[in-house]
């Protein structure tokens, strides 16, 4: 609270993003020890939590006041006028204080308090169960075991406690691989396929530098296509592009010599690094974000920005890596440089190919805990949590967020879930909100006590559900229906439901989703109608004494009735929310659009003409 | 050379020129000698004999031709006796494989080349049926020839990529040669719709349902500003506008004639659609012709006052020029221009540039060109889509349009919508206006109608514009996919807006289709003038009675349609608009999963 000089400014203007002709709404801004709140004149708010805050800037003074623009990590941008130069300093001043915090007890985690007791906090972190994920892949197994080596974290610090290694790899083989390992990330297990038998095996470049070699990893290697009873040799995919892999042998790292390990087939497969997709990102946010944007320029920058060709990278590491276990029934070990970035993108993604189960909403947190949370992606390094080094800062995540949405938008009935709760999972991994993504790894976690300070998102999420359910999904697909995708480059669109989640204007005016989510709706109440009638007749029916009259009766009305009450239905009940004032739809609006922003045009001669601008645009935190 | 005017009747102008040795004599002999009769057998399934007892010039009062326009109905080399379609057919039937893309299995067997058609029976111990190509779609043809069997690949206007692997190198040749001719046929009367005779529709069907008298007795019942005038009925105040054609009622027929002579090509202003919510009105018409000497036209200036007057007390109007301010004054030099400010008090003019002619070509010729290179292409894709501009003009058309329902609805304006001829652009805008505002023209029947009206009716030349598609090596010369770019923008509102159009995407590709090549004579000829001269109405199919049959209609409607009296606003951001691959994409495309 200390940072807060000024907590409320009247006067304050918002304008609109696109609109070339200064279009704003006026309004009273309000600044809260954890969020900055906006009130328009229509009485909407716009809460922006301060941890979601990446840049403040102050732009030069101008006539009408001082401009203040917000970016956020959920791409939202806001562009507030604030009339008075020292009341603009004193919000940019807390601001910059509030949003980036230097210790982890500072962030919202911490004294967020959804009102829940201890147990239901604990309930609520012990929904994810990962000793139980691996129980339903099928390991420990002949083949696989649970190693208790890093059970203190003496082995790798960024590693889980549990983890999974053939059961023929003894401890002092897989302590001798960890010391010729980046970080000592070994190889372990990330994915069992039952059916195959084959496994997804996840670490980090070896120390092989130009002529280095370590038994125990060649051991541990071997053991891995063992414990694979079809097939002798295993792919090891290095998902850097070769001339990465080669410069690190410089610095004593670098990529497995086929020569030195039997049976492997080595493979590069060319997704860039951190920084890479930092500026990617960064050049894709500046192109549309421009005012007054042309086709041409959309196209141009988006392909200069190269981000949809990352995300094809990406996907298409998947797919190699689902085909390895699908096609040639082979083992597939995964690494990059640490195995906690490109690493965790395509093995989870792979993962989520290949099992069904994690197209589920409840299989997709455990894939995001196992993969993403368990392995050490450092979330709070890579989403910026604390003050740290903005070059560690890369939307690994959000792409392998991309990816699947690329999949939900390829196959429309094979997710559980739909396209509004990724988007809540990628508000939360900056919100700071839960304990789930803070800290690095699972040590540091367990060091800030998150079980006992902080709350866990998962069960929120699964209490709101109904929110985030795919209509279209169909649950009956076997349990290992692998999904294919198709990579063709005019596959890959640009998801502009991310980054213009917050610009209503952009979006499609009517949700096919929301008319099918009602339907859904409409169909479960009538079918419930249905049973009740149903058990109403049987008990009159027993009341009667004369049972065979009923019995007719409940013939003849059953099968047509629900037919004929659902078409009713539909007919009595207009879908949509209508308001006849503007004569629009769904607050569609000529003024939202910008179509050229004549309207200078039109009262230039005839200055009384007030342009009817309804701009009102619904955003919500 | 098209001051030369023909006339076709026995009581005209006596022949003056070599074309007019054929329309000498007994018009219905000319007609009926035309007729390909000697192919008449050999046609495939479907087509009957044609009904060469009826006279095509019955009606007393018969227009004159252009030289143009009679070139176009016969022909350019009209030696009818001669000119017979088995002349053209070089062979008449190979073994061949045909190649339908890489999902679908290749059919063996006897290739044949008929006057409309292509056909090719499957052996005796194949499942398929008798697969059919109308040889009119066929937009290019590239053979090849090696050792002793040759390749046809046949680039259809519906953007489809055909294989035929011939045995016979001298087959080849032959068959190749066939469809080049047979293809590139001119002559309108000879086409298949005058022969396509399928069961279950009756001729004349469907021909009625949107005649502008109709439209009119709508707006009669909400206004009683307008009249429906007859002054064009034999065509000859503007060869382009139907017989009927709505003005003010304040505004006799003489006031109109004088108005013809100061637009381009007789294109008066004319209602276009009327929108009662607001009580405001859109109009075309074609620019108005200034010249150098910014000549004016009192009647012009009249009827656009008495458009105000009709509309309601102290209503504004706006002259929506497609042409930018610099291109409208240029086009004084040719004697075309725009409406000067003083003279047209209340209306105020703005422009919006929309490309036409030869760049729209292009783009579209460039668009499919980048979707057919999809497998070698992984980085560049969006470059090239870029650079082929398509959805620039989708985005431009669209805000348009918006644009121009935006000040009916919500300044409580009249809008006249000219470019320069007024017969793509501005149709362009009248239609998509009216589709955002209208919601009757959202329905099946209601967008049926508008197509008819605004389009057909209106004096699209769909015989000039889409004589080719993408796929054609020649030079375009009067080619340009203005409507293929209102297709996309109707289907850009349709993804935005999911539930308000009735029809789907099924619909527009139909149109597309049946635009560029049909059995149906619906988008046959230029104009009504032409239409009628050939006798459309009553000797082809109308394309409504075909998609209004239930089987088709089935495959056509929108299952999430709710209706509503709204208007629909679309987004025109670049982030908002898509790619129409259901088009572009449609036979490249892999199927993807459901």
């Not at chain 1, 949003?99 to 985690?109: G, I, V, W």
């Not at chain 1, 991310?498 to 859904?520: A, C, E, G, K, W």
């Not at chain 2, 047979?182 to 399928?198: A, C, K, Q």
């Amino acid at each position: 609270m200390e940072h807060i000089r000024t907590t409320k400014v009247e006067q304050v203007k918002l304008l609109d993003r696109f609109s070339t002709s200064n279009k704003s709404l006026t309004g009273t801004l309000y600044l809260t020890a954890t969020h900055l709140l906006f009130i328009d004149s229509h009485q909407k708010e716009t809460w922006i939590l301060h941890h979601h805050i990446a840049l403040v800037e102050k732009l030069a003074l101008t006539t009408s006041g001082c401009p203040l623009v917000i970016q956020c990590k959920n791409f939202r941008i806001v562009h507030f006028i604030v009339p008075r130069e020292r009341d603009c300093h004193d919000i940019y001043n807390s601001l910059l204080q509030l949003s980036k915090q230097a210790k982890y007890e500072d962030l919202y985690a911490f004294s967020y308090n959804p009102k829940q007791n201890d147990l239901e906090r604990l309930r609520g972190w012990q929904l994810i169960d990962l000793a139980e994920e691996y129980k339903r892949m099928g390991v420990p197994n002949s083949n696989w075991q649970l190693s208790d080596g890093n059970r203190e974290y003496k082995i790798c610090e960024t590693y889980p406690r549990e983890l999974y290694v053939p059961r023929i790899a003894s401890k002092p083989i897989i302590v001798g691989s960890s010391k010729f390992r980046s970080k000592g990330r070994f190889p372990v297990l990330s994915y069992y396929h039952q059916n195959k038998e084959a496994a997804i095996c996840r670490c980090s470049q070896p120390l092989s530098g130009f002529s280095a070699r370590c038994l125990e990893d060649e051991h541990l290697l071997q053991a891995i296509s063992k414990a694979n009873p079809v097939n002798r040799y295993m792919y090891v995919m290095d998902t850097r592009p070769k001339l990465n892999a080669m410069a690190n042998r410089a610095a004593g790292k670098g990529y497995e010599n086929e020569d030195n390990y039997s049976n492997i087939r080595f493979q590069f497969v060319g997704i860039e690094n951190i920084h890479v997709m930092r500026s990617s990102l960064q050049k894709l946010l500046e192109v549309n974000g421009t005012k007054g944007l042309s086709v041409g320029d959309f196209y141009s920058g988006l392909e200069s920005s190269g981000w949809l060709r990352h995300i094809k990278a990406v996907m298409d590491a998947a797919i190699f890596l689902a085909k390895a276990i699908m096609v040639e029934n082979a083992s597939v070990l995964v690494h990059c440089s640490d195995g906690w970035d490109r690493t965790s993108q395509v093995c989870s993604l792979g993962s989520l190919l290949l099992d069904s189960y994690y197209r589920t909403i409840k299989g997709f947190m455990v894939l995001i805990e196992k993969d993403w949370i368990s392995f050490g992606h450092k979330f709070s390094e890579r989403c910026g949590h604390l003050d740290g080094d903005p070059k560690e800062v890369s939307p690994v995540f959000t792409q392998f967020l991309e990816c699947v949405w690329h999949l939900t938008e390829q196959f429309p009935q094979d997710f559980e879930f739909n396209e509004a709760f990724l988007l809540q999972i990628h508000e939360h991994i900056h919100s700071c909100q839960f304990g789930n993504f803070l800290g690095n790894c699972q040590k540091e976690r367990e060091e800030l006590k998150l079980k006992e300070k902080t709350y866990s998102l998962w069960p929120f999420l699964l209490d709101d559900q109904k929110k985030y359910l795919n209509p279209l999904y169909s649950s009956k697909s076997p349990k290992f229906a692998v999904l294919e995708p198709n990579t063709v480059s005019f596959n890959f669109k640009f998801w502009r439901n991310m980054y213009h989640q917050f610009d209503r204007t952009l979006h499609p005016r009517q949700s096919v989703f929301n008319i099918i989510m009602n339907m859904n709706e409409q169909n479960k109440q009538l079918e419930k109608d249905i049973k009740d009638l149903e058990s109403k007749i049987k008990q009159r029916k027993n009341k009667q004494t004369d049972g065979i009259l009923t019995k007719e009766l409940l013939h003849s009305v059953h099968p047509e009735s629900p037919t004929l009450k659902t078409s009713l239905c539909f007919k009595e009940q207009t879908l949509l929310p209508v308001n006849h004032a503007l004569r629009t739809i769904e607050g569609s609006n000529p003024a939202d659009n910008r179509y050229s922003e004549y309207t200078e045009e039109f009262s230039k001669s005839e200055p009384g003409v007030v342009s009817l601008e309804y701009g009102v645009a619904r955003m919500t935190c | 050379m098209d001051e030369i005017e023909v006339s076709l009747t026995g009581s005209g102008r006596g022949p003056r020129s070599e074309v007019l040795a054929v329309g000498g004599g007994n018009s219905c002999e000319t007609v009926r000698s035309l007729l390909p009769r000697g192919l008449l057998n050999s046609c495939p399934a479907g087509v009957a004999s044609c009904p060469a007892s009826s006279c095509p010039f019955r009606s007393p009062r018969w227009p004159r031709l252009t030289l143009q326009e009679s070139v176009l109905l016969l022909g350019p080399r009209p030696t009818p006796s001669a000119m017979e379609f088995s002349e053209l057919i070089r062979t008449g039937r190979a073994q061949a494989k045909l190649l339908r893309g890489p999902e679908v299995p290749p059919l063996h067997g006897t290739l044949c080349v008929t006057g409309h058609h292509l056909l090719l029976l499957p052996g005796p111990q194949a499942t398929s049926d008798l697969w059919l190509l109308l040889l009119r779609s066929v937009d290019s043809i590239e053979k090849r020839v090696s050792g002793d069997s040759g390749t046809i690949t046949l680039r259809c206007k519906d953007l489809r990529v055909l294989q035929l692997d011939i045995e016979g190198v001298e087959a080849t040749r032959d068959i190749a040669r066939s469809i080049e001719a047979l293809s590139s046929l001119e002559s309108v009367i000879t086409s298949f719709p005058f022969f396509y005779r399928p069961k279950g529709l009756r001729l004349g069907d469907a021909w009625h349902f949107h005649p502008p008298e109709r439209y009119y007795k709508r707006v009669a019942r909400e206004t009683n500003a307008w009249r429906l005038s007859e002054v064009n009925e034999d065509f000859s105040l503007c060869p382009s506008y139907p017989r009927a054609v709505i003005v003010p009622r304040a505004v006799d027929d003489d006031a109109l004639a004088r108005c013809a002579r100061f637009r381009q090509g007789g294109r008066f202003p004319v209602l276009s659609y009327h929108h009662a919510p607001s009580g405001t009105v859109l109009l075309r018409s074609s620019q108005p012709l200034t010249g150098p000497q910014k000549r004016h036209c009192a009647e012009d200036e009249e009827l656009l006052w008495a458009v105000l007057a009709g509309a309601r007390p102290g209503a504004r109007g706006f002259i929506l020029d497609t042409r930018s301010a610099q291109a409208a004054k240029q086009a004084r030099v040719t004697g075309g221009g725009t409406e000067a400010r003083a003279a047209y008090p209340g209306w105020k003019r703005l422009h919006r540039p929309l490309e036409r002619g030869r760049p729209l070509q292009e783009s579209f010729v460039r668009l499919v060109e980048a979707c057919g290179y999809l497998e070698q292409s992984t980085d560049c894709w969006r470059s090239r889509l870029e650079a082929c501009h398509w959805l620039g003009h989708v985005k431009e058309a669209l805000s348009t349009a918006c644009l121009a329902a935006q000040a009916m609805e919500r300044e409580g304006a009249c809008v006249l919508v000219h470019g320069a001829e007024g017969t793509d652009s501005t149709l362009l805008v009248t239609s998509l206006a009216q589709l955002i505002l209208d919601p009757s023209s959202r329905t099946v029947a209601g967008f049926q109608e508008l197509v008819e009206r605004e389009w057909i009716q209106a004096g699209h030349p769909f015989q000039l514009r889409c004589a080719h598609s993408a796929f054609s090596h020649a030079r375009p010369k009067h080619e340009a996919p203005t409507f293929l770019l209102f297709l996309d923008c109707v289907w850009q509102l349709g993804r935005q807006f999911p539930l308000s159009l009735e029809f789907g995407e099924g619909l527009l590709l139909a149109l597309f289709e049946h635009a560029y090549a049909s059995p149906f004579g619906t988008f046959l000829c230029s104009s009504e003038k032409e239409r009628c001269l050939c006798e459309v109405r009553t000797r082809t199919h109308s394309l409504w009675s075909g998609l209004n049959q239930p089987k088709e209609q089935r495959k056509l409607r929108n299952p999430l349609y709710v209706p509503s009296p709204l208007a629909i606003w679309p987004s025109v951001e670049p982030q908002s608009l898509r790619l129409w691959q259901g088009l572009f994409l449609r036979w490249t495309r892999p199927n993807l999963q459901r």
